[in-house]
C-alpha cells in the first residue's frame, strides 16, 4: 500500500464519522495531490491567509462535507482564527507516526514518541492488527509496550507475569526466538527494566539465564529479605508459575538446571529432613528427604503421625510424580512397623482372630504389598534399600513367622474346620446369592478373582465406594481347606456336598466335575445360571453383554490374574503387579455389568494367599515327609491321603472335619510352612490355614441413582479481619475425615479486589482421613503483591477456590473478608 492510498484511506475513516476535516502538512508534501484524492462529494478548502473566511463557509455551511487543508507554521494561539474549530474536529496529519496514532485510534500525544521509536514494530499489518485489537481507552506509555511486548511474545496477557512465562518457556527449552524478537524491536530494555522495578532483579548485564538463576537461588531462601516485602512481587509470579499446571514441566527443567549451578546438593546435605520439608522447588531436596525419612523409619525413630505429615508435605514437589511411589512405600513401611509393633502377644481364640484379622491386621498385609510394589516400580531405589530389609525382615519373621504361630496354637483346639466368627466358603451361594435371587425374578452377578485376599478386596471395595453412585460393603467366609483354587471354586457353586478327588482333581459337588467353565455351567444351568469368563465379558460389546443380561437369571464370573501369575515360580514376584492389573479389571467388570443393567453384584474369591518378597529360610520347611497308607497330593502348603499319619509338623483333617464327603485325609502344615517342592516357586503360596489365606472377602456392590459423592467441605478460620502487614496468615479446616464418598479437596487461596488478583496464590491439599480433629488443620501465608498498594482501606476478599476438572481453570467455593490497614510505597508497574 503507497503513501497516497494510505493517505486517502484515512481521509475516509475521519469523513465517515464526522463532517469537517482539518488536515495539517506542515511542508506541503500533499499540496500537489490534494485534487487526486477520491474522496466523494467532499468539498476541499485549501487555507490561503483566508482564515476568517474559510471559517463562515464552514458555520455557514451545514450540509456538505468539508476537507480544510492548511500547509506552513500555523498560528499560535490565538492568533489561529480556526483554533476553535481544529479543537472541536480534530485534526489530521498525514506523517507515518500520526497516521498509525490514527489508525490505532490512540488520542494521547505521549505514545507517539513510542511509536516513532517502534516505527519497525508497525511495519508487518499481522503485528499492527494484533495489537489493535489490545489497545484500550487509557493506555499509557508503560501498558502500551507491555502489549507490544504481548504481541511479539505470543503471550496470553500483557502483565510482567504473562511475558516472563512465554521467555522462561523457550528458554527451558533451549531457544531464543521470542527474546530475540524483544531486541529485535527495542523492547528489551523495557522488559529489564520491569524485571528491575518489579520483581526488584539487579543485574546490570541482565540475561535470561542469568534472571532465571536469580529467580530460584531467592526461591530457595524462601524470598527472604532485609527489606520487607522487596520480594513480594517475584514470590508471587513465581508461585503462579510453579502451581501453574501449564508451567510445570517448565519449572521443573529450569529447577534441575538451577541446581547444579547454585549446588543446591551441598547447601542441603547436612540440614536436617524435617526443616526441608516445606521446600518443594529442587529435585536435590527431595532425594534428601526420601534418604533421610527412609532411614528414620528404618530405625523407628519418627512416628507413623509425623511421616504421614512430611509425605503431605512433599505432595507439593515439583517432583512429585517422579517420587510419588517412594513417598507412598516409605509411608506404607512406617504404617506397617508400626502395625505389627502393637501386635497381640496372643490370640485368645480362633473367633477373635478371624474378627480381629478383619479389623486390624489384614492393613499388615496391605502395606506390605503397597511397599514392595512401589519399591519395585520404582525409579530411585537405592535409598531404601535398608528400609526394604528391615521391612521383610519384620514382616516375614515377626508377622508371618511369629505371630503366624500364635495364630497357630489357637488352631490346635480346632476339631472341625468351623468357626463361629465366619460361614463356611461352601454356604456361599446359599446365604448370598439364594436370597437376592429367590423371587425368580431379581438377578445377581458373582464376579470370582482367582486369588483376591482379603485386603486387596478391601481396597477394591474402597475404589468401588469411590466412583459416582455405587456402595460396596465387605465381609467374608471361612475358606474351605484346602485352600486351593479347584476346592474354592466348588465350594461357591450352588451345591450340598463337596467331595476331593485323591489327586485333588476334580472336585465334586454333588458328584458333578466342578474343573473348568463348562462344568461350572452346567451345574449353574440348573439355577438359571450362566458361567463365564471375565476375558469374554472384557471383549463383549455393551449391546451384546446387555442382551447377554436378558438370559439367565445368575451370571458367574470368572477372573484370573492374581493366582495366574503367584502361582509360577518364573512370575510369583509379579504377583503384586498382578494385583494392580486385578484391581483395575475388577472395577471394570463392575462398570460394565452395571451398564449392562445389573444392579446386584457379588464379588468373592477361590482363597487367599500368602506372599514374602525374599527366598525363604530353610527354617520355614517343614522336616518331615508326608506319611500315611496313601500320600495322594502333595502341595507346598496341604497334602492329601489316606490315614494319613499325624505329625508335629501337619495340622490333620478328616474329609468330615473339614465338611467335606468322601474318607480322604488333610494334612497342613503349621503355621507358615511349606513343603518343598522341585520347581516349585516359594513366595507365593496358598493351601494353608493363614488368616491370609482362608479369610476369603465377600463385597456386595449396588449401583444407586442419586449422585453420593462430594468433596470434603473446608472452612477459612480467620483470626482477624485485618491485613496490617505485607503478608496474612491464614488458618483453615478440613472439617471431616476424608472417606470413599468424602474425597480430597484442592484449595488455592488468593486476595482480591474485583477481578483484581493482589496477593500470591498458595495450593493446599485437603486429604487428610484422620478422625483427630488435630491432624486436619492446615496453615499458610498469603503474601501481598504491589497491586494491593492502590487498595489501603478498602476491603479485599480471600477467595478459596477448586480446579473445574479437565480444565486448567479454577472456580470459587467459599470467601472471606478483609480490610488493609497498612502504609504502601508505590512502585514502577509494568
Same mark, same amino acid.
Given at each position: 500500500?503507497?503513501?497516497?492510498?494510505?493517505?486517502?484511506?484515512?481521509?475516509?475513516?475521519?469523513?465517515?464519522?464526522?463532517?469537517?476535516?482539518?488536515?495539517?502538512?506542515?511542508?506541503?508534501?500533499?499540496?500537489?495531490?490534494?485534487?487526486?484524492?477520491?474522496? !466523494?462529494?467532499?468539498?476541499?478548502?485549501? *487555507? #490561503?491567509?483566508?482564515?476568517?473566511?474559510?471559517?463562515?463557509?464552514?458555520?455557514?455551511?451545514?450540509?456538505?462535507?468539508?476537507?480544510?487543508?492548511?500547509?506552513?507554521?500555523?498560528?499560535?494561539?490565538?492568533?489561529?482564527?480556526?483554533?476553535?474549530?481544529?479543537?472541536?474536529?480534530?485534526? $489530521?496529519?498525514?506523517?507515518?507516526?500520526?497516521?498509525?496514532?490514527?489508525?490505532?485510534?490512540?488520542?494521547?500525544?505521549?505514545?507517539?514518541?513510542?511509536?516513532?521509536?517502534?516505527?519497525?514494530?508497525?511495519?508487518?499489518?499481522?503485528?499492527?492488527?494484533?495489537?489493535?485489537?489490545?489497545?484500550?481507552?487509557?493506555?499509557?506509555?508503560?501498558?502500551?509496550?507491555?502489549?507490544?511486548?504481548?504481541?511479539?511474545?505470543?503471550?496470553?496477557?500483557?502483565?510482567?507475569?504473562?511475558?516472563?512465562?512465554?521467555?522462561?518457556?523457550?528458554?527451558?527449552?533451549?531457544?531464543?526466538?521470542?527474546?530475540?524478537?524483544?531486541?529485535?524491536?527495542?523492547?528489551?530494555?523495557?522488559?529489564?527494566?520491569?524485571?528491575?522495578?518489579?520483581?526488584?532483579?539487579?543485574?546490570?548485564?541482565?540475561?535470561?539465564?542469568?534472571?532465571?538463576?536469580?529467580?530460584?537461588?531467592?526461591?530457595?531462601?524462601?524470598?527472604?529479605?532485609?527489606?520487607?516485602?522487596?520480594?513480594?512481587?517475584?514470590?508471587?509470579?513465581?508461585?503462579?508459575?510453579?502451581?501453574?499446571?501449564? =508451567?510445570? !514441566? *517448565?519449572? =521443573?527443567?529450569?529447577?534441575?538446571?538451577?541446581?547444579?549451578?547454585?549446588?543446591?546438593?551441598? @547447601?542441603?546435605?547436612?540440614?536436617?529432613?524435617?526443616?526441608?520439608?516445606?521446600?518443594?522447588?529442587?529435585?536435590?531436596?527431595?532425594?534428601?528427604?526420601?534418604?533421610?525419612?527412609?532411614?528414620?523409619?528404618?530405625?523407628?525413630?519418627?512416628?507413623?503421625?509425623?511421616?504421614?505429615?512430611?509425605?503431605? #508435605?512433599?505432595?507439593?514437589?515439583?517432583?512429585?510424580?517422579?517420587?510419588?511411589?517412594?513417598?507412598?512405600?516409605?509411608?506404607?513401611?512406617?504404617?506397617?512397623?508400626?502395625?505389627?509393633?502393637?501386635?497381640?502377644?496372643?490370640? =485368645?481364640?480362633?473367633?477373635?482372630?478371624?474378627?480381629?484379622?478383619?479389623?486390624?491386621?489384614?492393613?499388615?498385609?496391605?502395606?506390605?504389598?503397597?511397599?514392595?510394589?512401589?519399591?519395585?516400580?520404582?525409579? $530411585? #531405589?537405592?535409598?531404601?534399600?535398608?528400609?526394604?530389609?528391615?521391612?521383610?525382615?519384620?514382616?516375614?519373621?515377626?508377622?508371618?513367622?511369629?505371630?503366624?504361630?500364635?495364630?497357630?496354637?489357637?488352631?490346635?483346639?480346632?476339631?472341625?474346620?468351623?468357626?463361629?466368627?465366619?460361614?463356611?466358603?461352601?454356604?456361599?451361594?446359599?446365604?448370598?446369592?439364594?436370597?437376592?435371587?429367590?423371587? !425368580?425374578? =431379581?438377578?445377581?452377578?458373582?464376579?470370582?478373582?482367582?486369588?483376591?485376599?482379603?485386603?486387596?478386596?478391601?481396597?477394591?471395595?474402597?475404589?468401588?465406594?469411590?466412583?459416582?453412585?455405587?456402595?460396596?460393603?465387605?465381609?467374608?467366609?471361612?475358606?474351605?481347606?484346602?485352600?486351593?483354587?479347584?476346592?474354592?471354586?466348588?465350594?461357591?457353586?450352588?451345591?450340598?456336598?463337596?467331595?476331593?478327588?485323591?489327586?485333588?482333581?476334580?472336585?465334586?459337588?454333588?458328584?458333578?466335575?466342578?474343573?473348568?467353565?463348562?462344568?461350572?455351567?452346567?451345574?449353574?444351568?440348573?439355577?438359571?445360571?450362566?458361567?463365564?469368563?471375565?476375558?469374554?465379558?472384557?471383549?463383549?460389546?455393551?449391546?451384546?453383554?446387555?442382551?447377554?443380561?436378558?438370559?439367565?437369571?445368575?451370571?458367574?464370573?470368572?477372573?484370573?490374574?492374581?493366582?495366574?501369575?503367584?502361582?509360577?515360580?518364573?512370575?510369583?514376584?509379579?504377583?503384586?503387579?498382578?494385583?494392580?492389573?486385578?484391581?483395575?479389571? *475388577?472395577? #471394570?467388570?463392575?462398570?460394565?455389568?452395571?451398564?449392562?443393567?445389573?444392579?446386584?453384584?457379588?464379588?468373592?474369591?477361590?482363597?487367599?494367599?500368602?506372599?514374602?518378597?525374599?527366598?525363604?529360610?530353610?527354617?520355614?520347611?517343614?522336616?518331615?515327609?508326608?506319611?500315611?497308607?496313601?500320600?495322594? @497330593?502333595?502341595n507346598r502348603r496341604y497334602v492329601l491321603g489316606r490315614s494319613l499319619r499325624p505329625s508335629p509338623s501337619f495340622m490333620t483333617f478328616t474329609s468330615a472335619q473339614a465338611g467335606l464327603a468322601g474318607d480322604l485325609d488333610i494334612q497342613i502344615p503349621k503355621s507358615i510352612h511349606r513343603i518343598p517342592q522341585p520347581g516349585a516357586g516359594t513366595r507365593y503360596v496358598h493351601g494353608g490355614a493363614s488368616p491370609q489365606e482362608i479369610v476369603v472377602p465377600v463385597i456386595t456392590v449396588n449401583k444407586k441413582r442419586k449422585s453420593d459423592i462430594r468433596r470434603v467441605n473446608v472452612d477459612l478460620m480467620p483470626e482477624t479481619d485485618k491485613i496490617t502487614t505485607g503478608q496474612l496468615a491464614v488458618k483453615l479446616f478440613q472439617r471431616e475425615a476424608v472417606t470413599d464418598k468424602i474425597q480430597p479437596r484442592q484449595v488455592r487461596l488468593g486476595l482480591y479486589v474485583g477481578d483484581t488478583l493482589i496477593s500470591d496464590q498458595p495450593v493446599l491439599a485437603f486429604d487428610s482421613a484422620s478422625d483427630d480433629q488435630r491432624d486436619r488443620y492446615q496453615k499458610t501465608v498469603l503474601y501481598l503483591t504491589q497491586d494491593a498498594d492502590k487498595y489501603n482501606n478498602r476491603p479485599v476478599e480471600l477467595r478459596l477456590e477448586e480446579p473445574i476438572p479437565k480444565t486448567t481453570q479454577w472456580k470459587s467455593f467459599s470467601k472471606g473478608s478483609y480490610t488493609i490497614k497498612r502504609s504502601f510505597t508505590a512502585d514502577f508497574d509494568f
Amino acid at each position: 500500500m503507497n503513501d497516497l492510498t494510505s493517505v486517502q484511506e484515512a481521509l475516509q475513516i475521519r469523513f465517515a464519522s464526522q463532517r469537517v476535516v482539518f488536515w495539517h502538512d506542515p511542508a506541503g508534501d500533499y499540496a500537489a495531490d490534494l485534487d487526486a484524492f477520491d474522496l !466523494g462529494a467532499v468539498n476541499v478548502i485549501r *487555507v #490561503q491567509r483566508d482564515e476568517f473566511g474559510v471559517k463562515n463557509t464552514l458555520l455557514a455551511d451545514h450540509v456538505r462535507k468539508h476537507l480544510v487543508y492548511r500547509s506552513g507554521d500555523l498560528p499560535r494561539g490565538t492568533a489561529n482564527w480556526l483554533l476553535d474549530l481544529e479543537l472541536a474536529h480534530g485534526v $489530521f496529519t498525514a506523517d507515518k507516526t500520526s497516521m498509525l496514532q490514527q489508525e490505532l485510534g490512540l488520542n494521547d500525544p505521549a505514545l507517539l514518541p513510542i511509536i516513532e521509536q517502534h516505527q519497525k514494530f508497525f511495519a508487518a499489518n499481522s503485528r499492527k492488527q494484533a495489537l489493535e485489537k489490545l489497545l484500550d481507552d487509557g493506555d499509557d506509555a508503560t501498558r502500551f509496550r507491555a502489549k507490544m511486548s504481548r504481541v511479539l511474545v505470543k503471550a496470553t496477557g500483557n502483565k510482567l507475569t504473562d511475558i516472563v512465562r512465554e521467555l522462561l518457556g523457550e528458554n527451558a527449552a533451549g531457544k531464543s526466538a521470542k527474546f530475540d524478537d524483544l531486541v529485535s524491536f527495542g523492547l528489551d530494555q523495557f522488559f529489564w527494566d520491569g524485571l528491575a522495578n518489579i520483581y526488584k532483579y539487579p543485574s546490570t548485564k541482565p540475561t535470561i539465564d542469568d534472571f532465571v538463576l536469580w529467580m530460584f537461588s531467592r526461591a530457595i531462601e524462601d524470598f527472604a529479605s532485609t527489606t520487607p516485602d522487596e520480594f513480594r512481587n517475584i514470590r508471587s509470579d513465581f508461585n503462579a508459575l510453579r502451581y501453574d499446571v501449564r =508451567t510445570q !514441566g *517448565v519449572m =521443573t527443567m529450569l529447577a534441575s538446571r538451577a541446581a547444579d549451578a547454585l549446588d543446591v546438593q551441598s @547447601k542441603v546435605e547436612h540440614r536436617d529432613y524435617r526443616e526441608l520439608a516445606t521446600l518443594t522447588i529442587f529435585e536435590e531436596i527431595d532425594r534428601k528427604v526420601i534418604v533421610d525419612l527412609a532411614a528414620a523409619v528404618a530405625i523407628q525413630s519418627v512416628t507413623a503421625r509425623e511421616v504421614a505429615e512430611i509425605v503431605r #508435605q512433599r505432595q507439593y514437589s515439583l517432583w512429585i510424580a517422579k517420587y510419588a511411589k517412594l513417598y507412598k512405600a516409605i509411608q506404607s513401611a512406617s504404617e506397617l512397623l508400626a502395625a505389627i509393633g502393637g501386635l497381640p502377644h496372643a490370640i =485368645t481364640s480362633v473367633a477373635v482372630g478371624l474378627e480381629k484379622y478383619q479389623s486390624d491386621w489384614f492393613p499388615i498385609d496391605q502395606h506390605y504389598r503397597w511397599f514392595t510394589y512401589a519399591h519395585q516400580t520404582a525409579d $530411585f #531405589q537405592k535409598p531404601l534399600e535398608a528400609l526394604k530389609a528391615e521391612v521383610d525382615k519384620q514382616y516375614v519373621n515377626k508377622y508371618l513367622y511369629d505371630f503366624g504361630g500364635r495364630w497357630q496354637q489357637v488352631l490346635e483346639s480346632m476339631s472341625e474346620w468351623k468357626s463361629a466368627a465366619l460361614a463356611p466358603q461352601a454356604k456361599f451361594f446359599d446365604r448370598h446369592v439364594a436370597p437376592v435371587v429367590k423371587d !425368580g425374578r =431379581t438377578k445377581a452377578v458373582v464376579i470370582i478373582s482367582d486369588g483376591m485376599r482379603y485386603e486387596v478386596a478391601e481396597e477394591l471395595a474402597s475404589m468401588i465406594r469411590g466412583e459416582n453412585r455405587f456402595d460396596a460393603s465387605l465381609s467374608a467366609v471361612l475358606g474351605s481347606l484346602p485352600s486351593y483354587t479347584q476346592l474354592g471354586m466348588a465350594s461357591l457353586l450352588p451345591q450340598s456336598s463337596l467331595e476331593l478327588d485323591p489327586e485333588g482333581l476334580p472336585v465334586l459337588a454333588d458328584g458333578k466335575p466342578t474343573n473348568g467353565t463348562v462344568n461350572r455351567d452346567k451345574i449353574l444351568q440348573a439355577v438359571k445360571g450362566h458361567a463365564i469368563t471375565a476375558a469374554e465379558v472384557l471383549a463383549m460389546p455393551a449391546s451384546e453383554l446387555r442382551e447377554l443380561y436378558t438370559k439367565h437369571q445368575i451370571f458367574y464370573v470368572y477372573h484370573d490374574r492374581i493366582d495366574a501369575a503367584g502361582d509360577k515360580a518364573s512370575t510369583e514376584r509379579t504377583v503384586f503387579e498382578a494385583t494392580e492389573e486385578a484391581l483395575r479389571e *475388577v472395577l #471394570q467388570l463392575v462398570k460394565k455389568w452395571t451398564n449392562a443393567n445389573a444392579t446386584n453384584i457379588l464379588i468373592t474369591a477361590d482363597h487367599g494367599f500368602l506372599y514374602q518378597d525374599i527366598p525363604l529360610e530353610q527354617a520355614y520347611y517343614v522336616s518331615e515327609t508326608p506319611q500315611g497308607d496313601a500320600v495322594t @497330593k502333595t502341595n507346598r502348603r496341604y497334602v492329601l491321603g489316606r490315614s494319613l499319619r499325624p505329625s508335629p509338623s501337619f495340622m490333620t483333617f478328616t474329609s468330615a472335619q473339614a465338611g467335606l464327603a468322601g474318607d480322604l485325609d488333610i494334612q497342613i502344615p503349621k503355621s507358615i510352612h511349606r513343603i518343598p517342592q522341585p520347581g516349585a516357586g516359594t513366595r507365593y503360596v496358598h493351601g494353608g490355614a493363614s488368616p491370609q489365606e482362608i479369610v476369603v472377602p465377600v463385597i456386595t456392590v449396588n449401583k444407586k441413582r442419586k449422585s453420593d459423592i462430594r468433596r470434603v467441605n473446608v472452612d477459612l478460620m480467620p483470626e482477624t479481619d485485618k491485613i496490617t502487614t505485607g503478608q496474612l496468615a491464614v488458618k483453615l479446616f478440613q472439617r471431616e475425615a476424608v472417606t470413599d464418598k468424602i474425597q480430597p479437596r484442592q484449595v488455592r487461596l488468593g486476595l482480591y479486589v474485583g477481578d483484581t488478583l493482589i496477593s500470591d496464590q498458595p495450593v493446599l491439599a485437603f486429604d487428610s482421613a484422620s478422625d483427630d480433629q488435630r491432624d486436619r488443620y492446615q496453615k499458610t501465608v498469603l503474601y501481598l503483591t504491589q497491586d494491593a498498594d492502590k487498595y489501603n482501606n478498602r476491603p479485599v476478599e480471600l477467595r478459596l477456590e477448586e480446579p473445574i476438572p479437565k480444565t486448567t481453570q479454577w472456580k470459587s467455593f467459599s470467601k472471606g473478608s478483609y480490610t488493609i490497614k497498612r502504609s504502601f510505597t508505590a512502585d514502577f508497574d509494568f
